[in-house]
């Protein structure tokens, strides 16, 4: 397909679009980071090959996690061929899942983005470490804060018990707003 092809464009730009909401898919079906972004970049090699194929104005995500779903069988049956697989009726119900998650992802994330900045500055400084972009061990946070690694363990669940307060809090305000 021709990079200058508009199709191909549009898909491009609608898995970019989605991209965080797919990463989140396959980590739910693969919870290996760095196994969830290899199969990431298959999903997107395929979307691309495939691009003709989509029909504007359909479900493009719908489209691209069927394609991640096989593409996490495939990986799966590369890297344990001899393991236990999920029944196709099981992978069926954790797509679902997915799928019906997906009503309330936006609500969620915007409520725990402003509840992140509702923390303690030394809280979300260790919440940060540990789970933004450079996903640091315990050990490696404990560090940078100059704190041992039992501390980092406490400050963690505090803040995600706060997290979660927070985010309950907000969501239940938001879905009592709009009823």
Not at 8 to 35: T, W
Not at 48 to 57: D, N, Y
Not at 59 to 69: G, H, Q, V
Request: glycine content about 4%.
């Amino acid at each position: 397909m021709d990079s200058n092809d508009p199709q191909l464009r549009e898909v491009q730009r609608l898995f970019l679009q989605h991209s965080d909401r797919l990463r989140g898919f396959i980590l739910g079906l693969l919870p290996d980071r760095v196994a969830a972004d290899d199969v990431l970049q298959e999903v997107f090699l395929t979307v691309t090959a495939k691009a003709a194929e989509f029909q504007s104005g359909t479900n493009f995500l719908a489209w691209e996690r069927a394609i991640a779903r096989l593409k996490v069988l495939e990986y799966r049956q590369r890297r344990f061929p001899a393991a236990c697989q999920l029944a196709d009726e099981a992978w069926g119900l954790l797509a679902q899942s997915a799928h019906e998650m997906d009503d309330t992802w936006d609500d969620r994330r915007e409520a725990l983005q402003k509840c992140l900045g509702e923390l303690a500055p030394r809280a979300r400084e260790v919440v940060q470490l540990r789970y933004s972009v450079e996903r640091l061990d315990l050990e490696e946070v404990a560090r940078r804060m100059s704190w041992t690694v039992g501390s980092v363990k406490v400050a963690l669940s505090r803040a995600k018990d706060v997290l979660w307060d927070c985010v309950q809090r907000r969501l239940a305000d938001t879905k009592g707003s709009s009823q």
